[in-house]
């Protein structure tokens, strides 16, 4: 079985940074795709930067610019750096991986999510 879990959230004052990172593991085969997704209160979950193995980027709209995904294929993690916070970036994050494990067929998993906080 395969497991995420993340970490570095947090409380941070507008303006400011922080750095997510997510680990895959367990009995795994292989890890393509890996991403950051999050959810605000009362509202829908969305994409928020995507990474391919070989390291093809996507981001958001909302935070091009300020915020840098990477994975370390090697370890099976992935990170997020997210720069210049806004009030708005505050939400769950979590992250998903597309996994092969030794049971056998590919799938997505998911973290537990970490909470981001914008505040003074």
């Known amino acids: 079985q395969v497991q995420l879990v993340e970490s570095g959230g947090g409380l941070m004052q507008p303006g400011g940074s922080l750095g997510l990172s997510c680990a895959a593991s367990g009995d795994i085969i292989a890890v393509n795709d890996m991403a950051w997704y999050r959810r605000a209160p009362g509202g829908r979950r969305e994409l928020v930067a995507r990474?391919?193995?070989?390291?093809?980027?996507t981001y958001s709209d909302s935070v091009k610019g300020r915020f840098t995904i990477t994975r370390n294929n090697a370890a099976n993690t992935v990170s997020l750096q997210m720069n210049s916070l806004k009030p708005e970036d505050a939400a769950a994050y979590s992250c998903k991986a597309n996994v092969r494990a030794t049971t056998g067929p590919w799938q997505n998993d998911w973290g537990q999510g970490t909470q981001v906080t914008v505040d003074y």
């Open positions: 990474i391919t193995h070989a390291g093809s980027t």
